[in-house]
């Protein structure tokens, strides 16, 4: 061979499934949940990149000038996000953590109950937003979410999860209101 040839770069190894990341915990936080644990994902810096690649990828295009994203978990991947894109990032807080003048939805999820906030003056009407959690499960916590973001009057673009659990429609909720909704995986048997 001569000199100035090189060598094909050796095949990558192929990177495990991203659901494989998901750590289950039965019975948490009360009997009968499955508990889908993200923060298994997020401790592996590979996964984490390709989970927020992944929630950013079908959105390149669409003139998104918002990021918001729902306490708490949300936050991790909605600012990394917001980071990665070069646009502001908006928290939707558990009630009572924002020092502002808010707006607030309270809902009910698998687990209990609750009410986010969002500052009045987060956003200009007409902002293009997208909605990012973690996990969509009954749909509780994101409906609350986009309920704020239009009562802003923002344009809401889509929502985006790393995790669906169908058998809980939350998606097919959001769906039937007309909300675009992007999941990188789904878990059934919840
Ligand atoms: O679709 P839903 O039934 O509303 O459930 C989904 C929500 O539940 C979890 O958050 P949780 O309320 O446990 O709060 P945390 O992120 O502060 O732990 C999850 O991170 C979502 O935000
Ligand atoms: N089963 C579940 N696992 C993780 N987060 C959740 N939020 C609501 N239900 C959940």
């Known amino acids: 061979m001569p000199a100035s040839e090189t060598l ?29 644990d993200v923060t298994t994902l997020f401790q592996d810096a590979r996964a984490f990149r390709r989970a927020v690649d992944g929630l950013s990828a079908p959105f390149a295009d669409r003139g998104l000038e918002v990021i918001a994203a ?29 020092p502002g003048t808010t707006l607030m939805e309270s809902y009910t999820l698998e687990y209990g109950e609750a009410s986010v906030e969002i500052h009045e003056d987060a956003f200009a009407a007409g902002a293009r937003v997208l ?46 209101m007309g909300v675009e909704t992007h999941v990188l995986m789904a878990f059934d048997g919840e």
């Open 70 to 98: 729902m306490d708490a978990r949300g936050f991790i991947l909605g600012g990394a996000m917001a980071y990665a894109l070069g646009l502001p990032f908006v928290p939707i807080r558990k009630k009572g953590k924002l």
């Open 8 to 36: 094909p770069e050796p095949a990558p190894p192929e990177e495990p499934q991203l659901s494989s990341f998901i750590r289950t915990i039965p019975d948490f936080p009360v009997p009968g949940i499955q508990f889908r």
């Open 131 to 176: 909605l990012i959690d973690d996990l969509i499960a009954t749909g509780g916590t994101a409906i609350a979410g986009v309920r704020l973001i239009e009562r802003l009057g923002g344009e809401l673009v889509a929502a985006g999860f790393v995790v669906d659990l169908p058998d809980l429609g939350g998606r097919r909720k959001l769906e039937a």
